[in-house]
């Protein structure tokens, strides 16, 4: 159960650098075609047509970009089910338990204002 975390964790973790590195080199290849074009590719979404209209230059990043999105998935996936996510929910009611009724006063007070 612990491995099966601990992977979940690395996968997403490698995923979000894979992912961040080959869009920031599609990114680099955007301002060397263009200004404007590299403008554009900081936007959401245009990385992507930015790598379907000049695959054949972009095309070993945009795949690996693609793969290492698929690893966030399902290590975001994995880690949603795994033990590790039920124990959130112990942290959770810990702290409405106890933080909760400390900080109360203080908001009241705040919102009497």
């Not at 590195?21 to 599609?26: G, K, N």
């Not at 075609?33 to 245009?46: I, N, Q, R, T």
């Amino acid at each position: 159960m612990l491995l099966a975390t601990i992977l979940a964790i690395l996968g997403t973790i490698v995923g979000c650098i894979g992912a961040l590195l080959t869009r920031t080199i599609i990114v680099v290849h955007a301002f060397k075609k263009s200004v404007p074009w590299g403008v554009c590719s900081l936007m959401p979404g245009v990385i992507s047509v930015y790598s379907i209209l000049y695959f054949s230059e972009v095309k070993k990043p945009f795949l690996f970009s693609i793969l290492f999105t698929v690893y966030v998935f399902i290590g975001s996936a994995l880690l949603f089910y795994s033990p590790a996510f039920g124990a959130l929910d112990s942290v959770k009611m810990f702290l409405q338990q106890n933080l909760v009724p400390l900080l109360k006063p203080a908001v009241d007070s705040f919102h009497s204002v």
